[in-house]
Protein backbone atom coordinates (compact mmCIF):
# COMPACT_ATOMS: atom_id res chain seq x y z
CA UNK A 1 0.00 0.00 0.00
CA UNK A 2 2.64 2.47 0.87
CA UNK A 3 2.07 5.94 2.66
CA UNK A 4 -1.61 6.95 2.70
CA UNK A 5 -2.52 9.74 -0.81
CA UNK A 6 -5.96 9.70 -0.03
CA UNK A 7 -7.17 9.88 3.30
CA UNK A 8 -11.08 9.80 2.66
CA UNK A 9 -10.56 6.21 0.92
CA UNK A 10 -7.13 4.71 2.29
CA UNK A 11 -5.32 4.45 -0.85
CA UNK A 12 -1.74 4.41 -0.30
CA UNK A 13 1.30 5.61 -2.70
CA UNK A 14 2.26 1.96 -3.92
CA UNK A 15 -1.06 0.98 -5.17
CA UNK A 16 -1.52 4.08 -7.27
CA UNK A 17 1.45 4.29 -8.94
CA UNK A 18 0.56 0.64 -9.79
CA UNK A 19 -2.34 1.96 -11.71
CA UNK A 20 -0.72 4.63 -13.19
CA UNK A 21 1.95 2.57 -14.79
CA UNK A 22 -0.23 -0.68 -15.75
CA UNK A 23 -3.17 1.57 -17.35
CA UNK A 24 -0.97 4.45 -18.32
CA UNK A 25 -2.69 7.11 -16.61
CA UNK A 26 -2.78 10.66 -17.48
CA UNK A 27 -4.54 12.65 -14.63
CA UNK A 28 -6.06 12.57 -11.30
CA UNK A 29 -9.28 11.97 -12.58
CA UNK A 30 -8.72 8.50 -14.26
CA UNK A 31 -6.79 7.48 -11.09
CA UNK A 32 -10.55 8.32 -9.30
CA UNK A 33 -12.32 6.59 -12.02
CA UNK A 34 -10.25 3.10 -11.18
CA UNK A 35 -9.14 4.02 -7.13
CA UNK A 36 -11.82 6.65 -5.96
CA UNK A 37 -8.59 8.23 -4.73
CA UNK A 38 -9.21 12.20 -5.23
CA UNK A 39 -13.26 12.09 -5.81
CA UNK A 40 -14.53 13.47 -2.45
CA UNK A 41 -12.77 16.13 -0.52
CA UNK A 42 -9.91 16.27 -3.45
CA UNK A 43 -7.05 17.31 -0.68
CA UNK A 44 -5.19 14.72 -2.56
CA UNK A 45 -5.45 15.82 -6.36
CA UNK A 46 -2.17 17.50 -6.53
CA UNK A 47 -0.29 14.95 -4.63
CA UNK A 48 -1.97 12.61 -7.47
CA UNK A 49 -0.69 15.02 -10.42
CA UNK A 50 2.62 14.69 -9.15
CA UNK A 51 2.57 10.60 -9.02
CA UNK A 52 1.50 10.55 -12.40
CA UNK A 53 4.26 13.06 -13.81
CA UNK A 54 6.85 10.93 -11.51
CA UNK A 55 5.71 7.83 -13.04
CA UNK A 56 5.38 9.02 -16.30
CA UNK A 57 9.01 10.40 -16.30
CA UNK A 58 10.49 7.29 -14.92
CA UNK A 59 8.98 5.50 -17.98
CA UNK A 60 9.91 8.43 -20.19
CA UNK A 61 7.09 8.73 -21.64
CA UNK A 62 5.41 12.35 -22.67
CA UNK A 63 2.03 13.32 -24.18
CA UNK A 64 1.33 13.81 -27.89
CA UNK A 65 -0.03 17.44 -28.61
CA UNK A 66 -3.41 17.80 -29.48
CA UNK A 67 -4.38 14.27 -28.43
CA UNK A 68 -5.56 13.96 -25.21
CA UNK A 69 -4.68 10.83 -23.10
CA UNK A 70 -2.04 9.52 -25.08
CA UNK A 71 1.57 9.09 -23.92
CA UNK A 72 4.68 8.19 -26.48
CA UNK A 73 8.11 6.68 -25.52
CA UNK A 74 10.32 10.00 -25.50
CA UNK A 75 12.68 8.11 -28.05
CA UNK A 76 10.24 7.43 -30.21
CA UNK A 77 8.56 10.55 -29.86
CA UNK A 78 11.65 12.01 -31.21
CA UNK A 79 12.18 9.73 -33.57
CA UNK A 80 8.97 10.09 -35.42
CA UNK A 81 9.11 14.11 -35.30
CA UNK A 82 12.73 14.09 -36.39
CA UNK A 83 11.45 11.99 -39.87
CA UNK A 84 8.46 14.76 -40.50
CA UNK A 85 5.65 12.29 -39.12
CA UNK A 86 2.54 13.94 -37.89
CA UNK A 87 2.22 12.72 -34.37
CA UNK A 88 -1.18 13.81 -34.27
CA UNK A 89 -2.63 12.44 -37.32
CA UNK A 90 -1.16 8.85 -36.53
CA UNK A 91 -2.82 9.32 -32.97
CA UNK A 92 -6.51 10.13 -34.13
CA UNK A 93 -6.35 7.68 -37.17
CA UNK A 94 -5.30 5.27 -34.68
CA UNK A 95 -2.40 4.07 -36.51
Known sequence: MGAV???CF???RNSI??????????SPQQIGQRLRAGTTCRSCVS???????EERA???LVSVPGVPGSLM???AAHDLA??????TSIMHSGG
Request: aromatic share 2%.
Open 58 to 60: AAN
Open 17 to 26: CAVIREFRLT
Open 73 to 75: RIG
Open 82 to 87: ASGIDL
Open 47 to 53: ELKALVN
Open 10 to 12: GVG
Open 5 to 7: VCC
